[in-house]
């Protein structure tokens, strides 16, 4: 007779009859976590109601968000070890020098966005087409795309990302483009967002690579095929 059918609840007893310390404490800190995690996204919902949130997602998104540990004052983006590879990441993805004069008539503030709740506001309400939305993604810092999506990319928005630059892409953006999309491969749940990707998106995704590859550097675009599961 099997353990589990005399009422042994996980697995906590052994073959012997003996009690499974480890597999308890593993339990019960998963218990205590648990626990600990209700409370702090319950408080998190108490206050975006007290606030007054703009909208459902920006309460979702602090929700979701709520686990997360600010920075302390010591730390810096630019000490995490992701930024090994050959072309330049660690900059502005924009270079104000190059910035046309449409796109100077059309630019959306981006100095002051500093987490998700801000990116969501002017990504899904500020910016009213694609073309904004792509000023506004590439003139946003790199590492700055990082701080912001360091926990998590939302589902849905990787997509939202490549269909912008699929339609909006330009050839002399071609490096600052490569720059956002190997930046995104560091971001949290990247591989999750990446797998629920609609064939349209992927579509736009593998056109995004063929330009690259035709604009810039055919030995780095490789890297980012890899890393964005595109066969060669």
Same mark, same amino acid.
């Given at each position: 007779?099997?353990? $589990?059918?005399?009422? @042994? *609840? $996980?697995?906590? /007893?052994?073959?012997?009859? %003996?009690?499974?310390?480890?597999?308890?404490?593993?339990?019960?800190?998963?218990?205590?976590?648990?626990?600990? /995690?209700?409370?702090? +996204? @319950?408080?998190?919902?108490?206050?975006?109601? !007290?606030?007054?949130?703009?909208?459902?997602? %920006?309460?979702?998104?602090?929700v979701?968000?709520?686990?997360?540990? *600010?920075?302390?004052?010591?730390?810096?983006?630019?000490?995490?070890?992701?930024?090994?590879? *050959?072309?330049n990441?660690?900059?502005? !993805?924009?270079?104000? #020098?190059?910035? #046309? #004069?449409?796109?100077?008539?059309?630019?959306?503030?981006?100095?002051?966005?500093?987490?998700? @709740?801000?990116?969501? +506001?002017?990504? &899904?309400?500020?910016? &009213?087409?694609?073309? %904004?939305?792509?000023?506004?993604?590439?003139?946003?810092?790199?590492? &700055?795309?990082l701080?912001?999506?360091?926990?998590?990319?939302? =589902?849905?928005?990787?997509?939202?990302? =490549?269909s912008?630059?699929?339609?909006?892409?330009?050839a002399?953006?071609?490096?600052?483009?490569?720059?956002?999309?190997?930046?995104?491969? &560091?971001?949290?749940?990247?591989?999750?967002?990446?797998?629920?990707? !609609?064939?349209?998106?992927?579509?736009?995704?593998?056109?995004?690579?063929?330009? =690259? !590859?035709?604009?810039?550097?055919?030995?780095?675009?490789?890297?980012?095929?890899? /890393?964005?599961?595109?066969?060669?």
């Open positions: 007779v099997s353990t $589990q059918s005399t009422g @042994n *609840p $996980q697995g906590i /007893m052994k073959n012997d009859g %003996e009690i499974n310390f480890s597999k308890l404490e593993q339990q019960i800190d998963s218990a205590v976590e648990a626990d600990k /995690m209700y409370w702090i +996204r @319950n408080e998190a919902k108490i206050r975006a109601v !007290s606030n007054k949130v703009a909208s459902y997602e %920006e309460f979702e998104d602090i979701k968000a709520s686990h997360l540990k *600010p920075l302390e004052k010591g730390d810096r983006i630019s000490d995490i070890k992701v930024f090994k590879q *050959p072309w990441i660690n900059s502005r !993805s924009g270079d104000s #020098s190059q910035t #046309s #004069s449409r796109e100077r008539s059309t630019e959306i503030s981006f100095h002051s966005v500093t987490d998700i @709740n801000q990116f969501n +506001r002017i990504w &899904k309400k500020r910016c &009213k087409n694609s073309q %904004e939305q792509f000023i506004f993604l590439t003139q946003l810092e790199c590492t &700055k795309i701080h912001i999506f360091q926990a998590e990319i939302a =589902l849905g928005l990787l997509g939202e990302f =490549l912008v630059i699929h339609e909006q892409y330009h002399d953006k071609s490096e600052i483009i490569a720059n956002i999309l190997y930046t995104l491969t &560091k971001c949290g749940r990247f591989d999750l967002s990446l797998q629920f990707l !609609s064939q349209k998106e992927r579509d736009c995704l593998s056109i995004i690579m063929n330009n =690259l !590859s035709k604009d810039w550097n055919s030995e780095n675009v490789c890297q980012l095929k890899i /890393m964005y599961k595109i066969e060669t």
